[in-house]
Structures are given as structure tokens and as C-alpha cells.
């Protein structure tokens, strides 16, 4: 399991980036990071205090609520992931 999910999350930052998302990975405290947009570029906040699952199941999130993902390629695993939540 522990495979799948560090190979998720590579394939989810990557496809992250891919939207146009600058990735910073900061410890962040109790915050839980997110979409946010700096100086007009579009950054994505994850926190180094949670686990790759967590870390991973914000970057689903992200990805489910991004139309423009869906045209993305990737891999089955994600695509079933990604078929499990609202918004694709």
C-alpha cells in the first residue's frame, strides 16, 4: 500500500504542475495547505507535518475539482481514485 500511495503522490504532483501549480511543500502547523494563488502564479500548499496519504488525498481533491485535469493522462490507479470522488 505504502508503494501505491508514494507513487500516486509523485504522479499527482506531477500532474499538479502540469495544471500550472507551483508546488511548495512547507510545514505548515495544523493548516492543511491548499490552492492558493501568489503574486498572480497559482501555488499549491502541502504540509510536511502530514503523511504522503494525506498529502496525497489533498492533490486528489485537487485534481477531482479541476475540469481541465480530465484531459490529463494517467495512470488506472489514479483514474479510479479520481473516479471515487465528485467533480470528474
Known sequence: MA?????LLEECL???RDLGYEIR?????ELAGGG?????RRVF??????????RLDHLVRLLAAAPEAASLPKSRLLA????Q???E
Open 80 to 83: 479510479s481514485r479520481l473516479a
Open 14 to 16: 506531477q500532474l499538479v
Open 3 to 7: 508503494i501505491d500511495t508514494l507513487g
Open 45 to 54: 500548499l502541502l504540509n510536511l507535518e502530514h503523511g504522503p496519504a494525506d
Open 36 to 40: 492558493c494563488v501568489v503574486g498572480g
Open 85 to 87: 470522488l465528485p467533480g
Open 25 to 29: 511543500e512547507e510545514p505548515l502547523g
